[in-house]
């Protein structure tokens, strides 16, 4: 067996251990605030999961590299439109928890934190799935 067959089994599950853990810190901020959290603060967590669902539909194969031939232009621009989507969510939790940290009435540094490491966990798992999955 050789690493790429053994990525092939393992990555999925690393994948899903990863998203799981992402959420939790969300979860985990949100219940032990002692305010309530605004719905403004779940869009960051919940579009990095829409973008990592975006570019995990796209198979590695189907990706042509080549600057110099056309290619499937549409599946190139749902990547681009993944991966922007995916790195507005990050900014977002970025500047929410700087306002969660600069504002004392609000929610604590705790729920920005978690915010920020559930948008990076998402990618991430969203990352290591769409390298580890075959068809």
Not at 64 to 74: H, L, N, T
Not at 75 to 95: E, I, Q, R, T
């Amino acid at each position: 067996m050789d690493l790429g067959e053994l990525w092939a089994i393992v990555g999925p599950a690393v994948a899903g251990a990863v998203f799981g853990a992402g959420w939790w810190f969300w979860i985990d901020a949100v219940v032990c605030s002692s305010v309530k959290v605004s719905f403004v603060h779940y869009l960051p967590g919940i579009f990095a999961s829409l973008a990592a669902l975006m570019f995990n539909c796209v198979r590695r194969d189907d990706v042509d590299y080549s600057p110099y031939e056309e290619g499937e232009w549409r599946l190139k621009l749902w990547l681009f439109l993944a991966y922007v989507m995916a790195f507005v969510s990050l900014a977002a939790s970025v500047g929410l928890l700087i306002q969660d940290t600069l504002v004392t009435t609000g929610p604590s540094a705790w729920t920005g934190t978690a915010g920020v490491l559930q948008c990076v966990f998402v990618l991430i798992s969203g990352l290591i799935y769409w390298t580890s999955h075959t068809d």
